[in-house]
T-cell receptor, first 114, second 114 residues
Framework: RKEVEQDPGPFNVPEGATVAFNCTYS??????FFWYRQDCRKEPKLLMS???SGNEDGRFTAQLNRASQYISLLIRDSKLSDSATYLC???????????????FGQGTILTVHP | EAGVTQFPSHSVIEKGQTVTLRCDPI?????LYWYRRVMGKEIKFLLH????????ESGMPNNRFLAERTGGTYSTLKVQPAELEDSGVYFC????????????FGQGTRLTVV
């Protein structure tokens, strides 16, 4: 079983649509959670951290359910520029001196079309 | 401010040859990570340096891979001898202790072993 599982998609949505991605992780000792975004042939970049209380950044809302070991990302009012691969990422540490290694899901491909 | 830089961006070598990848982290970042993405798979952790010390090398596939970070600045990852299954994109990332969870990635080295 993979440590972090995502639906690979692809998701093809029109501009303005709302789209949701889900992710599950297997290690209940995981401490910190993130969504990264990766454009085609580019490096991954941090989109947002994910907290149990839920957090929002503009059109993006992330949610964590520790009991179910489930992470979600909601994108509202999709833009063409949102087209990318969205990576669910988990870390065993909560911070302190170092966050240590990241464990990645395979990524969910999103294409937003006109 | 310069980001994480990796050299070369692409490398095509024959099976049995040696290749050395280089990563220059963001200046002042103590944490340096190597990751690899094999085609069709998720990004996987290889190892983590804190300054010049190897903090975690649990992801190194075998003893054909050697990573160094002399002086705690740039790092090299040498593959000797290369095998076909070593093909993939090798990413380097860096972060700084106490500055939050974000790991900044380089654009990667695309290695093809033929």
């Amino acid at each position: 079983r993979k440590e972090v599982e995502q639906d690979p998609g692809p998701f093809n949505v029109p501009e303005g649509a709302t789209v949701a991605f889900n992710c599950t992780y297997s290690n209940s000792a995981s401490q910190s959670f993130f969504w990264y975004r990766q454009d085609c042939r580019k490096e991954p970049k941090l989109l947002m951290s994910v907290y149990s209380s839920g957090n929002e950044d503009g059109r993006f809302t992330a949610q964590l359910n520790r009991a179910s070991q489930y992470i979600s990302l909601l994108i509202r009012d999709s833009k063409l520029s949102d087209s990318a691969t969205y990576l669910c990422v988990v870390n065993m540490r909560a911070g302190g001196t170092s966050y240590g290694k990241l464990t990645f899901g395979q990524g969910t491909i999103l294409t937003v079309h006109p | 401010e310069a980001g994480v830089t990796q050299f070369p961006s692409h490398s095509v070598i024959e099976k049995g040859q040696t290749v050395t990848l280089r990563c220059d982290p963001i200046s002042g970042h103590d944490n340096l990570y190597w990751y690899r993405r094999v085609m069709g798979k998720e990004i996987k952790f290889l190892l983590h340096f804190v300054k010049e010390s190897k903090q975690d090398e649990s992801g190194m596939p075998n003893n054909r891979f050697l990573a160094e970070r002399t002086g705690g600045t740039y790092s090299t990852l040498k593959v000797q001898p290369a095998e076909l299954e070593d093909s993939g994109v090798y990413f380097c990332a860096s972060s700084q202790v106490g500055q939050g969870p974000e790991a900044f990635f380089g654009q990667g080295t695309r290695l093809t072993v033929v």
